[in-house]
Nanobody
Framework: QVLLVESGGGLVQAGGSLRLSCAASGRTLSSYAMGWFRQAPGKERELVAAISWSGGSTYYADSVKGRFTISRDNAKNTGYLQMNSLKPEDTAVYYC????????????????????????WGQGTQVTVSS
């Protein structure tokens, strides 16, 4: 079982940037697809971005396209979420997750793993964007 720990959250003004990190231990992250989710109070957890095990394929929610970038460094066993041009509506607890069984789906384009297919979750890191 891979263990995930997020870091990098905090308070930032609108228009600012943050970079979240997701450090893995216990197993090598290179065999896992990864996702970043967020959950705001009173709302469902939503997928923000995902990346295939190799890093060659990515997915972004429409709400963050062009502003967020997901990446991974398998040599460091770490995933990242670079968040630029932050908006107050980006305020949420952000979670990283890993899927070591399915890896998403490949067709005309890559589709990330479904929510229930992620088998490892971090504890979450708070991101607060002030207006």
């Amino acid at each position: 079982q891979v263990l995930l720990v997020e870091s990098g959250g905090g308070l930032v003004q609108a228009g600012g940037s943050l970079r979240l990190s997701c450090a893995a231990s216990g197993r090598t992250l290179s065999s896992y697809a990864m996702g970043w989710f967020r959950q705001a109070p009173g709302k469902e957890r939503e997928l923000v971005a995902a990346i295939s095990w190799s890093g060659g394929s990515t997915y972004y929610a429409d709400s963050v396209k062009g502003r967020f970038t997901i990446s991974r460094d398998n040599a460091k066993n770490t995933g990242y979420l670079q968040m630029n041009s932050l908006k107050p509506e980006d305020t949420a607890v952000y979670y990283c997750a890993a899927d070591g069984r399915y890896g998403g789906r490949y067709g005309s384009s890559w589709s990330p793993p479904r929510l229930h297919e992620y088998d490892a979750w971090g504890q979450g890191t708070q991101v607060t964007v002030s207006s």
